[in-house]
Each structure stands twice: as C-alpha cells, then as structure tokens.
C-alpha cells in the first residue's frame, strides 16, 4: 500500500495523518509538498490533512485549491485512487470541486475544539466498511469554518444517492442537515471535518477512527 500526505502552507496535522496511516496500514506514507509539480507514481491513497492552508486567507483551502499538486489529485481522483480530505482538506476538496458545496463560518462564530458523536450514515463506502450503518462514534473535532452549506438540490442528491457518509448526532457547528462527511459520486472522495486521525489510540482518548483507515485499506489489499 503506497500512500501519500500532502502539506500545504500552514498544514498542521499533516504529522498526525502520517503517523496514523503508518500505524494502521504498517507502512509509512510519502510526504509530498503542494508545491510539488506531480504526485508520486503508483499511489494507491492520498489525504489532505487539517490546518489552516495559507492562514484561511480568502476562503477556508481556496488557495490550498490552486497548489500546483492539486491537478495530480484531482486526476488522481478521477482515476479511482482514494482520497480523503480531513477538516482543511475536506475545505480543499470543496474549493477544488472535488466535492460538492462549501464550509462556511461556524454558527455561532467561534472555534469549536471537543469531541463529537458522529453517526455512520452509510456503511458500504470503502472508508466506511469496517462500520455498522447507524453507529455513533466519538472523534475530535477543531474548526472556525466547519458549517457545510450546499442548496437544497444538492443536499437531495447526496441523501438520495447515500453519499451523505457521517452526520452530527448533536447540534455542532450550523452544517446543514447536520452533514459532517460527504463522498463524491464514484465514493472513492471522502471530505469530513471531523478528526479520525486523532482517534486510532485509546491512551489518545479512543479509538474511533480506526475503522475509517482499516476500511480503505482492506479494500486496497483486496483490490
């Protein structure tokens, strides 16, 4: 399983993404610089890490949106390589289309730093399987912008189509329909704003967010 993260200017978790991938997958991923003209050859995973991408100046990952490394995950993406965008990187997935709709300022406007019950809404994606469907998790969240907005056909299409993949189960930041996870239509995108890197170890405060990275990787040794 060859893997990569991608640090952006102001990346701040990129060291945590890294370190959980190596602990789960048992090997370590490459680190690649957004700068960086083409991704490694062969991936077989890429994630977009949490932070604040260039200060969140303009928009949250509008910037981080025009790295040049974004083309390579972009066609990447297209070609059915897994990817999964955590807190600034779900920003950057939106900002880069990728993902449908936006982050927006949270309700309330302030930092929100706790941990969240999240519920499974679908079980059968590849970074879900390892979850029941209904299930409530707990997993670290840390964001000003994490509120998603999108319109109202869109919020339709992605209930419709099983693509809404973690929900709120408790009021956290004004997301719409208490959206905190979405997939992309081929559902090998994967945009959340909650942290599963930060729940793999219970000396951590639990464990959580081990079943995401244990799904995409079973289905990677599958494959």
């Keep these: 399983m060859r893997a990569a993260v991608i640090t952006f200017p102001g990346s701040n978790c990129d060291r945590d993404m890294a370190v959980a991938i190596e602990k789960i997958s048992g ?6 610089w957004h700068g960086d003209a083409e991704l490694p050859d062969g991936l077989d995973f890429i994630a977009l890490p949490g932070g604040f991408s260039y200060g969140d100046y303009l928009r949250s990952g509008a910037m981080a949106a025009k790295s040049p490394i974004m083309q390579g995950v972009i066609a990447a993406a297209a070609r059915g390589v897994p990817v999964l965008g955590v807190c600034n990187g779900f920003q950057v997935l939106t900002e880069s289309g990728l993902l449908p709709g936006a982050l927006m300022r949270n309700a309330g406007q302030t930092f929100i730093c706790r941990t969240v019950a999240l519920k499974v809404e679908n079980s059968q994606s590849l970074f879900t399987s390892r979850y029941d469907a209904g299930r409530v998790i707990a997993i670290p969240v840390a964001h000003h912008d994490g509120n998603y907005f999108a319109d109202a056909e869109t919020l339709d299409r992605l209930e419709g189509e099983g693509r809404v993949a973690f929900r709120y189960a408790e009021s956290v930041n004004g997301s ?24 793999i170890e219970a000396d951590h405060g639990g464990i959580d967010g081990r079943a995401l990275f244990e799904s995409v990787f079973a289905s990677l040794s599958v494959a």
Excluded: K, T, Y
Excluded at 27 to 32: E, G, T, Y
């Design 27 to 32: 090997r370590a991923p490459l680190r690649v």
């Design 176 to 199: 719409q329909r208490d959206i905190a996870g979405i997939l992309n239509e081929g559902g090998n995108v994967l945009g959340m704003m909650p942290h599963p890197e930060r729940a």
